[in-house]
Each structure stands twice: as structure tokens, then as C-alpha cells.
């Protein structure tokens, strides 16, 4: 199926020159002059390499047809991760290369989409957000309220993000699982 290269997103599943590539970033580029671009960092799903490609954003790009499904992450072991159709109760394990940088925002009981071709698992897509609780940071600074400073803090699925300078540790907070940055004090 084609698509228009702007609408491509991260985790969709493309074809080119008859293999397949997943996206792991995409950027649409609008310069001041010249055409604008759809800037796309890919993974050859066969052997892992990664590629650079840049289109103009209204030149067609062929989608491959990808299963897509909710899945619930349950655990992780050696032979990877593993994920549970909530409808029909079937397991699915998942490679480290395709979980890759997304391994330290999966917490169990999540909900992802899991995308599967020829019943391989290619590729998934996170919540935009998860919450996670501060297990160190600086200690809160009186009468910095108001400051647009932030502090560096660890969280107990430990990545280091930047928090602002009220949160304390054992504070929940939320974060954007495409970059760990943080977005919210979590409300529970």
C-alpha cells in the first residue's frame, strides 16, 4: 500500500527494493526554501543494518502490511520479551534488537502495539507516556518554585532525566517514553 512519506511514523513498517525496514525515527523537514523533506532512520529487518533515507514529503513510499495488535507486556527473560494477546491469550517473544532502546519504559502489565509480519514480531510502539517513581535526586531547594531550572534525577527504572527543581525522591512522575523527559507530577 503507498503512502504519502509525511505521514510516516515511528515503529510503521516500510518496503524498499524488497525488503523490509521499520522506522526508527522519522523528522518532517521544512526549510525556509526548496522543497520540504521527510527525513527517515531505518532498520533492515533481515540483518539488523541501519540506514539513512530522505524523501520529498509528498513522494510515495510503499507501506508493507503489518499485523498490528494490543499486546501486554508480561516479563523478560533470555530468550527475550515477552508479550500476551489480551483476546486470544497467545504469548509472543520479542528480540532485544527489536525492543531496543524501549526496554527501560516497559513495566509489566503495559499495553503495546505489537507489529508482526509473517508471524515475527518486527517492531512495537509504547505508550506516548509512563509513570515511574524518582529514586534519587538533589534535595528540594527552598524558594525555587518558580525557576525554569531543572535538576537531574534517576528513576527506578533507571534512566536519568531532567525534573524540576520541587520534585523530591519517592515523587511519581511521568515521562515521555520516546525520550524520558519528564512531563508530569503523576496524579496517583
Do not use: C, W
Not at 20 to 43: C, S, W
Not at 60 to 76: D, K
Not at 129 to 156: D, H, I, M, N
Amino acid at each position: 500500500m503507498k503512502v504519502i512519506a509525511s505521514s510516516l511514523r515511528k515503529g510503521n513498517v516500510v518496503e524498499k527494493d524488497g525488503k523490509l525496514y521499520v522506522i526508527l525515527f522519522a523528522e518532517n523537514i521544512h526549510p525556509g526554501k526548496g522543497t520540504p523533506v521527510t527525513q527517515l532512520d531505518m532498520r533492515r529487518i533481515s540483518d539488523g543494518v541501519k540506514v539513512s533515507e530522505r524523501y520529498r514529503t509528498t513522494e510515495q513510499v510503499e507501506r508493507a502490511y503489518v499485523e498490528e495488535r494490543e499486546h501486554t507486556f508480561l516479563y523478560r527473560d533470555g530468550e527475550g520479551f515477552h508479550f500476551m494477546n489480551p483476546e486470544s491469550y497467545d504469548q509472543v517473544a520479542v528480540s532485544e534488537s527489536v525492543v531496543g532502546e524501549m526496554a527501560p519504559y516497559l513495566t509489566e502489565g503495559m499495553a503495546v502495539q505489537v507489529s508482526q509480519y509473517n508471524g515475527i514480531a518486527i517492531s512495537l510502539v509504547l505508550p506516548q507516556r509512563a509513570t515511574f517513581e524518582v529514586v534519587e535526586t538533589e534535595p528540594v531547594t527552598k524558594g525555587q518554585t518558580a525557576s525554569s531550572s531543572y535538576k537531574p534525577a534517576t528513576l527506578s527504572n533507571g534512566v536519568r532525566t531532567l525534573v524540576p527543581p520541587h520534585i523530591s525522591t519517592g515523587t511519581r512522575v511521568v515521562v515521555m517514553t520516546a525520550d524520558g523527559a519528564y512531563v508530569e507530577r503523576a496524579k496517583d
